[in-house]
């Protein structure tokens, strides 16, 4: 049936978050389909995070290398993508559904005129997967008929692959012409934070409209601190300029699905339900005992957030401390 | 400068989602524009007006859309925005999928030859956020996705967008023509810049209502009828609907009298602390 493609992101010489769980999306597709399991890094400098994924069992990894190639553009990488694909006789490519993913792998599908199966939650058989629609509303079955497919995976529904200190092969691939075809990164800004990254945090602090004013964010991000925790907020909040959008959890948001998630002076629209259901411990906090958040969380506080946090904190600190 | 703004008609998010045996019912759906297209429109007109002066437009913006008959409703309120014409491709929803839809585009941007096309950054029904990656790369165009700002640069050459990336804003310049998709902060006073609008200038939040002369206006205003066949695309699926079904519903849990028993039930019964 061909070989499975799978291109993982590295960040400065290791391999992110988001590619173990590739390649534990990886493992699940190869052994749906067969063939050969390949893996794939571009930056210019990929040598460390080459050498990790070595460490995974893939009958190979391949890298390509660069200067012009050290900011991910989707016109410069997905071309390599597509071509290696070719190159490599790989039926399946696909990686994890991130901002990049979500930029490049639409690209990379264009490029192969192959069919797209985006985001996916589960793979159900070579050419056929689950996903969710409609804000979480709805699982979805596809399938993918082209000849090559090309299929991104939600990275909090596949959990981080461990490695098994195998040695694949790592072998280079020429970069090839590249051409930004009229792109070009500008920068980045963002806001370096000292707590986990929202995707990735084992319990999540999240705060709503409620919460009235961003200075108001500053006893979320104590609790935050006390647990170890990554802070988000509903699009409400963000919208009203209390917090960077970066934050948001929803539909338009990041999709997170940690251990515990504390929702506090959040209603609970939809699209935000949409971004944190599939967490496995919920708590919610909020002054309207009515509130649909309520409807899905395992444990319910109706108070007041102005009196609760002080309070949670001081448990918290305590419990902590002891 | 010319605009392509690419529009869906989704069932109304707010509904209860019905099935009929492992399909979607959508025969009592409320039809609306997506909402992430309709802030595509109010980009594009935003991009060819000046702000303080919104009817001295320069440029066209073109909504263009693929469904059936009853799309004309979505298309004719952006055309009440301010958009000058439509087009419709004839199409059943259920017979489309995003490669169909990338290539009918590809079709329409080889005729009309527009400098930009904007689009919502997904569908909010099935969130493909998938035609206008894949629109770019068949045009070998440069893509600017989940853009959160719009500015005109270069003379009206390249665009500077603000994209919302997963730890922040990543700035991107892309040359016209380009293809940009656009997230939800796109419609904030200030979010687009087109170098002939006062730089100070601030639009209310949100998209544009379409007004009572608007309303008139678009009545006069062409949709071009088109179809599948006569532009040359094969419908032939690559990416096939096997059916759909509702998620297991999550059990309400119990309401806790205070913190302290919250933190207790987290610690010994959850064990999350």
Not at chain 1, 101 to 121: C, E, M, N, Q, T
Not at chain 1, 282 to 304: R, S, T
Request: net charge positive; charged share 20%; glycine share 8%.
């Amino acid at each position: 049936m061909g070989n499975v493609l799978i291109y993982l992101e590295q960040a400065e010489g290791a391999l992110r978050p988001a590619a173990l769980s590739a390649i534990t999306f990886a493992r699940a597709v190869h052994k749906a389909q067969g063939g050969k399991l390949l893996f794939l890094l571009i930056g210019d400098n990929v040598k460390g995070a080459a050498a990790q994924a070595a460490t995974f069992g893939a009958d190979g990894v391949l890298t390509v290398e660069a200067p012009a190639l050290q900011h991910y553009l989707a016109e410069t990488y997905a071309p390599i993508v597509a071509r290696v694909a070719k190159e490599q006789g790989a039926t399946l490519v696909g990686g994890t559904s991130t901002a990049v993913g979500k930029d490049l792998f639409p690209r990379v599908a264009g490029l192969l005129d192959a069919g797209l199966a985006p985001d996916i939650s589960a793979v159900l058989a070579a050419r056929q997967f689950r996903r969710a629609t409609n804000a979480g509303n709805v699982y979805q079955t596809l399938e993918i008929t082209s000849p090559a497919a090309v299929v991104s995976a939600r990275q909090t529904e596949f959990s981080r692959a461990a490695a098994i200190g195998s040695n694949s092969p790592v072998s280079a691939v020429a970069p090839g012409n590249i051409d930004a075809q009229g792109a070009e990164f500008v920068e980045l800004q963002t806001q370096k934070r000292d707590r986990p990254d929202l995707t990735e945090a084992r319990i999540v602090v999240s705060g709503g409209r409620g919460m009235k004013d961003g200075k108001n964010f500053a006893q979320i991000e104590q609790i935050c601190d006390v647990l170890g925790a990554a802070m988000g907020a509903s699009r409400a909040a963000c919208d009203a300029g209390m917090v960077p959008n970066d934050l948001q959890v929803g539909q338009t948001g990041k999709v997170v699905a940690p251990d515990l998630y504390i929702a506090v002076a959040i209603s609970g629209a939809i699209q935000h339900l949409a971004g944190m259901k599939g967490s496995k411990v919920i708590v919610a906090i909020n002054k309207d005992a009515e509130a649909p958040i309520f409807q899905l969380a395992d444990y319910g506080l109706v108070m007041q957030w102005e009196k609760a946090l002080p309070e949670l904190l001081s448990e918290l600190k305590r419990i902590k401390g002891a | 400068m010319k605009i392509l703004v690419t529009a869906k008609r989704i069932p109304d998010p707010g509904q209860k989602i019905k099935l009929k045996g492992n399909a979607l019912d959508l025969s009592a759906a409320n039809w609306q524009l997506n909402q992430f297209d309709e802030y595509a429109v109010e980009a594009a007109l935003r991009l060819t007006e000046d702000g303080a002066a919104p009817a001295t437009r320069q440029g066209a913006v073109t909504v263009a859309s693929l469904g059936p008959a009853d799309v004309q409703q979505q298309l004719r309120s952006a055309l009440a925005m301010g958009a000058d014409k439509a087009i419709r491709v004839e199409a059943k929803d259920e017979e489309l999928d995003a490669v169909i839809v990338a290539k009918t585009l590809e079709k329409l941007v080889r005729r009309d030859q527009p400098d930009l096309v904007l689009m919502g950054k997904l569908a909010a029904d099935n969130e493909g956020n998938d035609v206008g990656q894949r629109l770019a790369a068949l045009l070998g165009w440069p893509q600017a996705t989940f853009a959160c700002s719009i500015q005109v640069v270069d003379g009206g050459k390249a665009l500077l967008v603000g994209r919302e990336v997963d730890n922040g804003v990543e700035i991107k310049k892309v040359r016209l023509p380009a293809v940009v998709t656009v997230d939800l902060r796109i419609i904030a006073p200030q979010a687009v810049k087109n170098g002939r609008t006062a730089a100070n200038f601030a639009y209310p939040e949100g998209p544009r209502y379409a007004s009572l002369k608007g309303i008139r206006a678009a009545k006069d205003k062409p949709i071009e009828a088109l179809t599948l066949s006569g532009l040359g695309v094969s419908t032939a699926l690559q990416v096939k609907t096997h059916g759909s079904e509702l998620p297991p519903a999550r059990q309400a849990g119990k309401k806790i009298a205070s913190v302290h028993e919250l933190v207790e039930k987290l610690r010994s019964e959850a064990k999350v602390l």
